[in-house]
Protein backbone atom coordinates (compact mmCIF):
# COMPACT_ATOMS: atom_id res chain seq x y z
CA UNK A 1 0.00 0.00 0.00
CA UNK A 2 0.84 3.85 -0.01
CA UNK A 3 2.54 4.11 3.28
CA UNK A 4 4.45 0.61 3.11
CA UNK A 5 6.02 2.23 -0.33
CA UNK A 6 7.17 5.29 1.06
CA UNK A 7 8.56 2.84 3.99
CA UNK A 8 10.95 1.43 1.42
CA UNK A 9 12.02 4.50 -0.32
CA UNK A 10 15.36 6.58 1.22
CA UNK A 11 14.77 8.07 5.03
CA UNK A 12 13.61 11.63 4.10
CA UNK A 13 15.54 14.75 5.28
CA UNK A 14 15.58 15.94 9.49
CA UNK A 15 13.30 18.57 8.62
CA UNK A 16 10.64 16.26 6.51
CA UNK A 17 10.64 13.90 8.78
CA UNK A 18 9.34 16.23 11.56
CA UNK A 19 6.82 17.95 9.46
CA UNK A 20 5.59 14.77 8.48
CA UNK A 21 5.29 13.67 11.93
CA UNK A 22 3.61 16.56 13.29
CA UNK A 23 0.89 16.34 10.50
CA UNK A 24 0.93 12.49 11.08
CA UNK A 25 0.56 13.02 14.65
CA UNK A 26 -3.10 15.29 14.50
CA UNK A 27 -4.57 12.63 12.27
CA UNK A 28 -3.44 9.44 14.67
CA UNK A 29 -4.22 11.25 17.70
CA UNK A 30 -7.51 9.91 18.27
CA UNK A 31 -6.23 5.99 17.82
CA UNK A 32 -3.55 6.98 20.70
CA UNK A 33 -6.19 8.19 22.96
CA UNK A 34 -8.43 5.70 22.14
CA UNK A 35 -5.22 3.35 23.28
CA UNK A 36 -4.58 5.25 26.66
CA UNK A 37 -8.58 4.80 27.57
CA UNK A 38 -7.98 1.10 26.39
CA UNK A 39 -5.60 0.44 29.16
CA UNK A 40 -7.73 2.08 31.92
CA UNK A 41 -10.04 -1.25 31.37
CA UNK A 42 -13.23 1.36 31.03
CA UNK A 43 -13.89 0.30 27.54
CA UNK A 44 -16.61 -3.05 26.76
CA UNK A 45 -13.85 -5.83 25.35
CA UNK A 46 -14.75 -4.98 21.51
CA UNK A 47 -13.61 -1.64 21.92
CA UNK A 48 -10.38 -2.23 23.93
CA UNK A 49 -9.47 -4.72 20.84
CA UNK A 50 -9.82 -2.40 18.18
CA UNK A 51 -7.92 0.25 20.20
CA UNK A 52 -4.97 -2.03 21.02
CA UNK A 53 -4.87 -2.77 17.29
CA UNK A 54 -4.83 0.72 16.09
CA UNK A 55 -2.26 1.43 18.62
CA UNK A 56 0.07 -1.11 17.14
CA UNK A 57 -0.45 -0.08 13.66
CA UNK A 58 0.39 3.97 14.45
CA UNK A 59 3.86 2.71 16.39
CA UNK A 60 4.53 0.93 13.12
CA UNK A 61 3.75 3.50 11.22
CA UNK A 62 5.69 6.58 12.92
CA UNK A 63 8.71 4.68 13.43
CA UNK A 64 9.05 3.60 10.14
CA UNK A 65 7.97 7.50 8.71
CA UNK A 66 10.65 9.00 11.20
CA UNK A 67 13.57 6.37 10.69
CA UNK A 68 13.75 5.85 14.39
CA UNK A 69 13.81 9.65 15.50
CA UNK A 70 12.24 10.58 18.55
CA UNK A 71 10.18 13.76 17.93
CA UNK A 72 9.88 15.66 21.05
CA UNK A 73 7.30 18.19 22.68
CA UNK A 74 8.98 21.05 21.68
CA UNK A 75 9.80 20.39 17.97
CA UNK A 76 12.79 19.01 18.65
CA UNK A 77 14.29 15.44 18.48
CA UNK A 78 16.68 12.95 18.86
CA UNK A 79 18.42 9.84 16.90
CA UNK A 80 17.10 6.78 18.16
CA UNK A 81 18.87 4.57 15.95
CA UNK A 82 16.54 1.45 16.19
CA UNK A 83 15.03 2.43 19.62
CA UNK A 84 11.34 0.50 20.27
CA UNK A 85 8.48 1.60 18.92
CA UNK A 86 7.32 2.24 22.58
CA UNK A 87 9.97 5.15 23.08
CA UNK A 88 8.93 6.79 19.81
CA UNK A 89 5.25 6.70 20.89
CA UNK A 90 5.90 7.70 23.99
CA UNK A 91 7.49 10.79 22.90
CA UNK A 92 5.11 11.51 20.41
CA UNK A 93 2.45 10.88 22.83
CA UNK A 94 4.20 13.89 24.51
CA UNK A 95 3.71 16.10 21.51
CA UNK A 96 0.29 15.21 20.88
CA UNK A 97 -1.17 16.02 24.23
CA UNK A 98 -4.66 17.37 24.87
CA UNK A 99 -5.04 20.55 26.47
CA UNK A 100 -5.68 20.84 29.99
CA UNK A 101 -9.63 20.92 30.97
CA UNK A 102 -11.00 24.47 32.05
CA UNK A 103 -11.55 24.13 35.67
CA UNK A 104 -12.13 27.79 35.58
CA UNK A 105 -15.37 27.80 33.49
CA UNK A 106 -16.67 24.62 35.33
CA UNK A 107 -15.91 26.93 38.55
CA UNK A 108 -17.71 30.05 38.22
CA UNK A 109 -17.48 32.72 41.06
CA UNK A 110 -20.65 34.77 41.81
CA UNK A 111 -19.93 38.35 41.66
CA UNK A 112 -20.54 39.23 45.11
CA UNK A 113 -17.62 37.02 45.76
CA UNK A 114 -15.29 38.11 43.53
CA UNK A 115 -12.04 39.04 45.23
CA UNK A 116 -12.73 37.36 47.86
CA UNK A 117 -12.75 33.93 47.27
CA UNK A 118 -10.32 31.38 45.52
CA UNK A 119 -12.19 28.90 43.32
CA UNK A 120 -8.58 27.00 43.57
CA UNK A 121 -7.32 27.65 46.82
CA UNK A 122 -7.00 29.86 49.43
CA UNK A 123 -3.97 32.18 48.55
CA UNK A 124 -0.35 31.97 48.91
CA UNK A 125 2.09 34.39 51.26
CA UNK A 126 3.77 37.19 49.34
CA UNK A 127 6.17 39.99 50.55
CA UNK A 128 4.01 43.35 51.25
CA UNK A 129 3.47 45.64 47.91
CA UNK A 130 2.97 48.63 50.36
CA UNK A 131 4.39 49.40 53.80
CA UNK A 132 2.76 52.34 56.12
CA UNK A 133 6.18 53.22 57.67
CA UNK A 134 4.84 56.02 59.93
CA UNK A 135 5.04 57.92 62.16
CA UNK A 136 4.45 56.80 65.57
CA UNK A 137 1.00 58.87 66.67
CA UNK A 138 0.56 59.99 63.89
CA UNK A 139 -2.76 57.79 63.19
CA UNK A 140 -1.36 54.73 61.78
CA UNK A 141 -3.32 52.23 63.35
CA UNK A 142 -6.79 54.35 62.35
CA UNK A 143 -5.08 54.11 58.49
CA UNK A 144 -4.25 50.47 58.72
CA UNK A 145 -7.79 49.66 60.40
CA UNK A 146 -9.78 51.74 57.63
CA UNK A 147 -7.87 50.61 54.86
CA UNK A 148 -8.56 46.44 56.01
CA UNK A 149 -12.34 47.26 55.53
CA UNK A 150 -11.28 46.59 51.37
CA UNK A 151 -11.53 43.85 49.66
CA UNK A 152 -8.61 43.51 47.93
CA UNK A 153 -6.35 45.12 51.41
CA UNK A 154 -4.98 42.29 53.31
CA UNK A 155 -2.47 43.23 56.01
CA UNK A 156 -0.57 41.86 59.54
CA UNK A 157 -2.68 43.74 62.53
CA UNK A 158 0.57 43.34 64.65
CA UNK A 159 3.75 45.44 64.05
CA UNK A 160 6.37 42.91 62.30
CA UNK A 161 9.09 45.62 63.04
CA UNK A 162 11.15 43.51 60.45
CA UNK A 163 13.07 46.29 58.87
CA UNK A 164 14.26 48.24 62.16
CA UNK A 165 14.60 44.91 64.72
CA UNK A 166 14.29 41.69 63.31
CA UNK A 167 15.86 41.88 59.95
CA UNK A 168 18.59 39.62 60.75
CA UNK A 169 15.84 36.81 60.80
CA UNK A 170 15.65 37.09 57.04
CA UNK A 171 13.23 37.49 54.22
CA UNK A 172 11.21 33.80 54.05
CA UNK A 173 10.61 34.41 58.03
CA UNK A 174 8.64 37.58 56.94
CA UNK A 175 7.14 36.46 54.18
CA UNK A 176 5.76 33.79 56.42
CA UNK A 177 4.25 36.63 58.99
CA UNK A 178 1.92 38.38 55.94
CA UNK A 179 -1.32 36.80 55.55
CA UNK A 180 -2.40 35.06 52.32
CA UNK A 181 -3.33 37.12 49.40
CA UNK A 182 -4.99 36.28 45.97
CA UNK A 183 -4.41 37.18 42.88
CA UNK A 184 -5.29 41.00 42.36
CA UNK A 185 -5.40 41.46 46.70
CA UNK A 186 -2.46 43.44 47.71
CA UNK A 187 -0.25 42.40 50.68
CA UNK A 188 0.67 44.97 53.52
CA UNK A 189 2.10 46.08 57.02
CA UNK A 190 2.25 49.08 59.52
CA UNK A 191 5.81 49.72 61.92
CA UNK A 192 5.62 53.51 62.23
CA UNK A 193 8.99 53.39 63.70
CA UNK A 194 10.47 52.67 59.76
CA UNK A 195 10.28 56.15 59.20
CA UNK A 196 12.93 57.11 61.67
CA UNK A 197 15.11 53.96 61.22
CA UNK A 198 18.61 55.31 59.30
CA UNK A 199 18.79 51.28 57.60
CA UNK A 200 15.26 50.96 56.85
CA UNK A 201 15.31 52.44 53.56
CA UNK A 202 17.88 50.71 51.82
CA UNK A 203 16.67 47.39 53.58
CA UNK A 204 12.99 48.23 52.21
CA UNK A 205 14.50 48.83 48.55
CA UNK A 206 16.84 45.75 48.57
CA UNK A 207 13.72 43.57 49.03
CA UNK A 208 11.68 45.53 46.20
CA UNK A 209 12.35 49.03 44.46
CA UNK A 210 8.58 49.53 43.42
CA UNK A 211 7.67 48.90 47.12
CA UNK A 212 4.69 52.13 47.93
CA UNK A 213 5.30 53.98 51.60
CA UNK A 214 2.90 55.81 53.29
CA UNK A 215 3.74 58.47 55.94
CA UNK A 216 0.96 59.55 58.17
CA UNK A 217 1.76 63.20 59.43
CA UNK A 218 0.74 65.18 62.11
CA UNK A 219 1.19 68.53 63.61
CA UNK A 220 4.47 67.61 65.37
CA UNK A 221 4.21 69.45 68.56
CA UNK A 222 0.70 67.62 69.29
CA UNK A 223 2.14 64.17 67.65
CA UNK A 224 5.10 65.06 70.84
CA UNK A 225 2.61 65.49 73.64
CA UNK A 226 0.41 62.59 72.52
CA UNK A 227 3.80 60.61 72.43
CA UNK A 228 4.69 61.88 75.98
CA UNK A 229 0.80 60.64 76.78
CA UNK A 230 1.45 57.18 75.72
CA UNK A 231 5.02 56.97 77.55
CA UNK A 232 3.54 58.48 80.86
CA UNK A 233 0.55 55.91 80.99
CA UNK A 234 2.83 53.29 80.86
CA UNK A 235 5.17 55.09 83.29
CA UNK A 236 3.61 57.05 85.50
CA UNK A 237 6.93 58.60 87.26
CA UNK A 238 8.47 59.88 84.10
CA UNK A 239 9.89 63.56 84.17
CA UNK A 240 7.36 66.18 83.49
CA UNK A 241 7.02 67.01 78.99
CA UNK A 242 8.77 70.41 79.92
CA UNK A 243 11.72 68.67 81.64
CA UNK A 244 12.05 66.59 78.79
CA UNK A 245 11.69 69.28 76.42
CA UNK A 246 14.68 71.60 76.84
CA UNK A 247 18.35 70.66 77.33
CA UNK A 248 18.15 73.81 79.36
CA UNK A 249 15.22 75.78 80.12
CA UNK A 250 16.70 79.06 81.27
CA UNK A 251 18.17 79.15 77.38
CA UNK A 252 14.94 77.34 75.56
CA UNK A 253 17.70 75.19 73.75
CA UNK A 254 15.22 71.92 72.69
CA UNK A 255 16.49 68.62 73.39
CA UNK A 256 16.48 67.13 69.68
CA UNK A 257 18.08 63.34 71.53
CA UNK A 258 14.57 62.95 73.10
CA UNK A 259 12.56 60.45 70.79
CA UNK A 260 9.50 62.53 70.73
CA UNK A 261 11.11 66.16 69.91
CA UNK A 262 13.30 64.32 67.10
CA UNK A 263 10.28 62.27 65.45
CA UNK A 264 8.81 65.58 64.19
CA UNK A 265 11.66 66.63 61.93
CA UNK A 266 9.81 65.13 59.86
CA UNK A 267 12.02 66.70 56.45
CA UNK A 268 15.35 65.24 57.38
CA UNK A 269 14.15 61.99 57.91
CA UNK A 270 12.46 62.33 54.47
CA UNK A 271 15.83 63.12 53.27
CA UNK A 272 16.95 59.96 53.75
CA UNK A 273 14.31 58.27 52.38
CA UNK A 274 14.69 60.05 48.86
CA UNK A 275 18.07 58.64 48.88
CA UNK A 276 16.12 55.07 47.58
CA UNK A 277 12.94 56.08 46.62
CA UNK A 278 11.56 58.33 44.35
CA UNK A 279 8.49 60.73 45.77
CA UNK A 280 6.11 59.65 43.64
CA UNK A 281 6.41 56.33 45.34
CA UNK A 282 5.47 57.90 48.74
CA UNK A 283 2.15 59.08 50.17
CA UNK A 284 2.05 61.55 52.95
CA UNK A 285 -1.37 61.12 54.78
CA UNK A 286 -2.89 64.03 57.02
CA UNK A 287 -3.59 62.89 60.34
CA UNK A 288 -5.60 65.58 61.25
CA UNK A 289 -7.65 64.96 57.87
CA UNK A 290 -7.82 61.57 58.84
CA UNK A 291 -9.87 62.69 61.61
CA UNK A 292 -11.88 65.37 59.87
CA UNK A 293 -12.47 63.88 56.20
CA UNK A 294 -11.73 60.05 56.81
CA UNK A 295 -13.48 59.45 53.80
CA UNK A 296 -11.44 62.15 51.58
CA UNK A 297 -7.95 60.92 52.67
CA UNK A 298 -8.63 57.05 52.27
CA UNK A 299 -10.00 58.34 48.65
CA UNK A 300 -6.38 59.28 47.98
CA UNK A 301 -4.42 56.40 49.20
CA UNK A 302 -6.69 53.76 47.63
CA UNK A 303 -6.16 56.03 44.51
CA UNK A 304 -2.02 55.38 45.50
CA UNK A 305 -2.43 51.72 45.93
CA UNK A 306 -4.30 51.04 42.47
CA UNK A 307 -7.70 50.35 44.31
CA UNK A 308 -11.40 51.32 43.39
CA UNK A 309 -12.38 53.55 45.65
CA UNK A 310 -14.74 51.43 47.69
CA UNK A 311 -14.29 52.98 51.34
CA UNK A 312 -16.33 56.35 51.26
CA UNK A 313 -18.24 58.16 53.84
CA UNK A 314 -20.68 55.58 54.19
CA UNK A 315 -18.12 53.43 56.29
CA UNK A 316 -17.95 55.91 58.86
CA UNK A 317 -19.33 57.85 61.74
CA UNK A 318 -17.93 60.40 63.87
CA UNK A 319 -17.66 59.07 68.17
CA UNK A 320 -18.04 61.98 69.97
CA UNK A 321 -16.71 60.44 72.90
CA UNK A 322 -13.53 59.62 71.72
CA UNK A 323 -13.13 62.47 69.36
CA UNK A 324 -12.69 60.77 65.79
CA UNK A 325 -14.32 58.40 63.43
CA UNK A 326 -15.20 54.72 63.82
CA UNK A 327 -16.43 52.38 61.23
CA UNK A 328 -19.61 50.89 61.22
CA UNK A 329 -18.55 47.69 59.67
CA UNK A 330 -15.04 46.45 60.43
CA UNK A 331 -13.44 43.77 58.79
CA UNK A 332 -15.41 40.41 59.31
CA UNK A 333 -17.80 41.83 61.65
CA UNK A 334 -21.48 43.78 61.07
CA UNK A 335 -20.62 45.70 64.18
CA UNK A 336 -19.81 49.51 64.47
CA UNK A 337 -16.26 49.32 65.33
CA UNK A 338 -14.03 52.39 66.88
CA UNK A 339 -10.06 51.77 68.14
CA UNK A 340 -9.10 50.64 71.54
CA UNK A 341 -9.26 52.67 74.86
CA UNK A 342 -5.46 53.15 74.51
CA UNK A 343 -6.63 55.60 71.45
CA UNK A 344 -7.73 59.05 72.14
CA UNK A 345 -6.25 59.93 75.59
CA UNK A 346 -6.70 63.02 77.33
CA UNK A 347 -4.09 64.80 77.17
CA UNK A 348 -2.23 66.53 79.93
CA UNK A 349 -1.63 70.56 80.14
CA UNK A 350 1.04 71.73 79.26
CA UNK A 351 2.88 74.92 79.65
CA UNK A 352 1.91 77.22 76.86
CA UNK A 353 4.94 79.00 76.78
CA UNK A 354 6.36 75.60 75.80
CA UNK A 355 4.22 74.84 73.42
CA UNK A 356 5.07 78.16 71.68
CA UNK A 357 8.70 77.09 72.04
CA UNK A 358 7.93 74.03 70.25
CA UNK A 359 6.25 75.44 67.30
CA UNK A 360 8.88 78.23 66.95
CA UNK A 361 11.13 75.39 66.66
CA UNK A 362 9.64 72.96 63.93
CA UNK A 363 8.20 76.00 61.80
CA UNK A 364 11.34 76.29 59.46
CA UNK A 365 11.68 72.12 59.33
CA UNK A 366 7.67 72.30 58.69
CA UNK A 367 8.23 75.05 55.60
CA UNK A 368 11.06 72.41 54.49
CA UNK A 369 8.96 69.71 54.80
CA UNK A 370 6.21 71.16 53.07
CA UNK A 371 8.08 71.79 50.07
CA UNK A 372 9.34 68.70 49.83
CA UNK A 373 6.15 66.93 49.42
CA UNK A 374 4.26 69.56 47.91
CA UNK A 375 1.50 69.72 50.36
CA UNK A 376 0.73 72.29 52.79
CA UNK A 377 -0.57 70.61 56.34
CA UNK A 378 -1.39 73.97 57.97
CA UNK A 379 0.44 73.27 60.88
CA UNK A 380 1.63 76.56 61.65
CA UNK A 381 -1.59 78.96 61.25
Not at 280 to 288: A, D, K, N, P, T
Not at 323 to 349: I, Q, V
Amino acid sequence: MAFSRIHKLDPPSRSTSRKAAVMLGSLLGPLILLHILADRSTLPSPVKASASRAAERTKRLLYGWTGGSEVMSHGTDRRTSGAPAEEVIAGTEEFLQLPPPDLGAARKVPPRFAGKVSPLGEGSKKLPRALIIGVKKGGTRALLEFLRVHPDVRAVGAEPHFFDRHYGNGLEWYRELMPKTLEGQITMEKTPSYFVTREAPARISAMSRDTKLIVVVRDPVTRAISDYTQTLSKKPDIPSFESLTFKNRTTGLIDTSWSAIQIGIYAKHLDNWLQYFPMEQILFVSGERLISDPAGELGRVQDFLGLKRIITDKHFYFNQTKGFPCLKKAEGSSKPHCLGKTKGRTHPNIDPEVVQRLRDFYRPFNMKFYQMTGRFFGWDD
